[in-house]
């Protein structure tokens, strides 16, 4: 087990909607990373957080946002859901400037 | 063009076979590259993890990585089919601004162990 916690472990959502993710970082770590893993598709980076910024953003759109909190977990939020949404977020815990990441086990969402 | 190529197999061995899965990436500006398991419905697990060139070895792993030819390789040797997973390549550009954690993946190698 790594320590990083995803919630919740699986989601259905309809087009649309908005749905919040939950990130609880590992111990001692002051980053997060959140990927967007779709079916037979290897993990796409969404963006990043250290100390409560943004600290840098893949390819994806606005609608795509996160936060980080004070304890360094994390949340990811994803408005006006569409179908091609569907895929396993996962997040990732590390500390700046360390080559290693942890994951958690992933939220898998299912946009219908 | 992705800017880190895998072939998502996948790939079927008998138990105690090597396994060999490898990678090639575009960009001579990846430094650090690392080798991920994921097994199904969970979440990629840090196998190992290499600098530059050369060769790394831990236990039945061994990671290779030939930046002349932008080529990273895993191997396992006497396969089990505990093994059996998706392994993943992921490497990162440490000249880009605060690259830590903001990986490159491949898209992924299934490998079935077969008793």
């Known amino acids: 087990e790594t320590g990083v916690t995803q919630s919740p472990t699986h989601l259905i959502k309809t087009r649309g909607q908005q749905v919040t993710l939950r990130c609880s970082s590992q111990?001692?770590?002051?980053?997060v990373s959140w990927y967007q893993q779709a079916l037979g598709q290897g993990p796409q980076f969404i963006f990043q957080?250290?100390?409560?910024?943004?600290?840098g953003r893949g390819n994806f759109p606005p609608r795509f946002s996160g936060l980080q909190f004070p304890n360094y977990s994390s949340e990811l939020n994803v408005n006006a859901l569409e179908l091609d949404d569907s895929a396993l977020y996962l997040c990732?815990?590390?500390?700046?400037?360390?080559?290693?990441?942890?994951f958690g086990q992933g939220t898998r969402l299912t946009v219908v | 063009q992705k800017e880190v190529e895998q072939d998502p197999g996948p790939l079927s061995v008998p138990e105690g076979a090597i396994v060999s899965l490898n990678c090639t990436y575009s960009?001579?500006?990846?430094?650090?590259f690392m080798w991920y398991r994921q097994y199904s419905r969970k979440g990629p697990e840090l196998l190992m993890y290499?600098?530059?060139?050369g060769n790394k070895e831990d236990g039945r792993f061994t990671a290779q990585v030939d930046k002349s030819s932008k080529y990273i390789s895993l191997f396992i040797r006497d396969s089990q089919p505990s093994d059996s997973a998706t392994y993943l390549c992921?490497?990162?550009?440490?000249?880009?601004?605060?690259?830590?954690?903001?990986?490159?993946f491949g898209a992924g190698t299934q490998v079935v162990v077969t008793p």
């Open positions: 990732a815990s590390s500390y700046r400037g360390s080559t290693e990441a942890f």
């Open positions: 111990s001692g770590h002051n980053t």
């Open positions: 957080y250290y100390r409560e910024e943004e600290n």
């Open positions: 960009n001579s500006a990846f430094q650090y």
């Open positions: 290499t600098y530059s060139s």
């Open positions: 992921a490497t990162i550009n440490p000249l880009t601004t605060d690259s830590w954690g903001k990986f490159q």
